[in-house]
């Protein structure tokens, strides 16, 4: 509460003995406490950081209502812990090209043969166990959209741009980014950041040390905004999935961040819903370089697309896709997912099973209760 107010801590404990001895709780109004303006915080940035040589220059200066030092100082730490990024002015220089040829070392020659309608889809990949594909004996489908998805991956990868994975949950776009991801080449740097719902800025510095492998944070939020500069000076992809769980002072913490000058990182969003999030932050919205949409399977991809994915399909009858489509499917990929693991504990076993109608009912019903 007195970071909040921006008074001490001796001062509010004051506050509530006066209450209980008087048992007025709102005779008088709270201080508001001493706001930093833009140019006084730019000075601070000016100084390095330094608190007490800002506070010799406003007295140097003669500005009026000049603070005491340590009522200065819990004022920065109160807007640094509200997600008030300070950047530090650092000697100007001539500005060198982070990457000499950044879009020649893609590697997206990656898929090895063509399946049924004109999809493409994997055989052998060396790298395919970083993509999760929740059936034993599946394929994952490269379709024109996983295409898409792994040529954007690889652009904002490699100029370190920022790019938002969205659309509805269960249309298979954990998937496709794994797939994406699992396709750059080695040297690039991925790092996950595991994001709770609606973290906090400290929260969210804490868990991009953990995803920068950085052993430990300064207890100093200005200490640990220039270790966090420092570790993303080198090329690195950080990816935010459930993108939809930041709130806007987490998203433009990572803006501020992206935008150092110092840092060479690449920023990629996704979720169901994190167009929308990202939306709330115009600043951060501007600067997305790609917004790529997930759809469902349409009813024409999905017989392929299943047939090349788990080779059960093949033996289905084309009414009988069709019937799943219609009933259970709705081009949701994770509910044909999973169908399919269903139908596998089903036929786990037998020489030659059959997939058949009645199967089909009996399967989909453990998804939607009784058709």
């Known amino acids: 509460m007195a970071d909040t107010v921006g008074v001490s801590v001796r001062t509010v404990w004051r506050w509530l003995a006066e209450a209980n001895a008087t048992g007025e709780v709102d005779g008088k109004p709270a201080r508001q406490g001493y706001t930093m303006s833009d140019r006084t915080w730019a000075l601070l940035a000016a100084v390095g950081g330094n608190v007490a040589e800002l506070h010799r220059r406003m007295l140097a200066c003669g500005e009026e209502g000049v603070p005491p030092l340590g009522t200065l100082h819990r004022v920065v730490r109160r807007d640094r812990l509200a997600g008030r990024v300070l950047v530090i002015e ?35 990949q060396t790298r395919l166990a970083a993509v999760p594909v929740l059936v034993p004996g599946a394929q994952v489908v490269v379709t024109p959209v996983v295409a898409s998805v792994v040529q954007r991956v690889a652009h904002v990868a490699a100029v370190g741009a920022v790019a938002c994975l969205y659309g509805d949950a269960g249309h298979g776009k954990t998937v ?20 709770g719902v609606n973290p906090s800025v400290p929260e969210l510095r804490r868990v991009l040390a953990e995803a920068l492998e950085l052993k430990r944070l300064p207890h100093s939020t200005v200490a640990a905004d220039l270790t966090l500069l420092e570790a993303l000076r080198r090329p690195r992809v950080l990816v935010l999935d459930e993108a939809q769980r930041l709130p806007a002072a987490a998203l433009e913490f990572l803006r501020q961040l992206w935008d150092h000058p110092d840092t060479d990182v690449a920023l990629l969003f996704a979720g169901a819903g994190a167009e929308r ?4 932050v115009p600043a951060l919205a501007s600067r997305v370089l790609t917004w790529e949409l997930v759809p469902r399977l349409s009813p024409a991809e999905v017989g392929p697309v299943m047939e090349a994915f788990h080779p059960l399909w093949g033996q289905v ?27 596998t504990a089903e036929v786990y076993g037998q020489a030659r099973p059959v997939v058949d109608r009645r199967l089909l009912e009996r399967v989909s019903a453990r998804l939607t209760g009784p058709l």
């Open 90 to 124: 650092r000697e100007p220089g001539l500005a060198e090209p982070r990457r000499t040829d950044p879009l020649a070392e893609l590697g997206l020659a990656t898929v090895s043969g063509a399946g049924l309608g004109g999809q493409v889809f994997l055989r052998e």
């Open 176 to 195: 496709a980014l794994q797939y994406a991801l699992s396709q750059l080449p080695e040297p690039v740097r991925v790092r996950r950041v595991h994001v």
């Open 277 to 280: 999030a990202l939306r709330r």
């Open 317 to 343: 009858a084309p009414g009988d896709v069709a019937w799943v489509e219609e009933h259970v499917g709705h081009g949701n990929f994770r509910t044909w997912a999973k169908v399919t693991s269903h139908l």
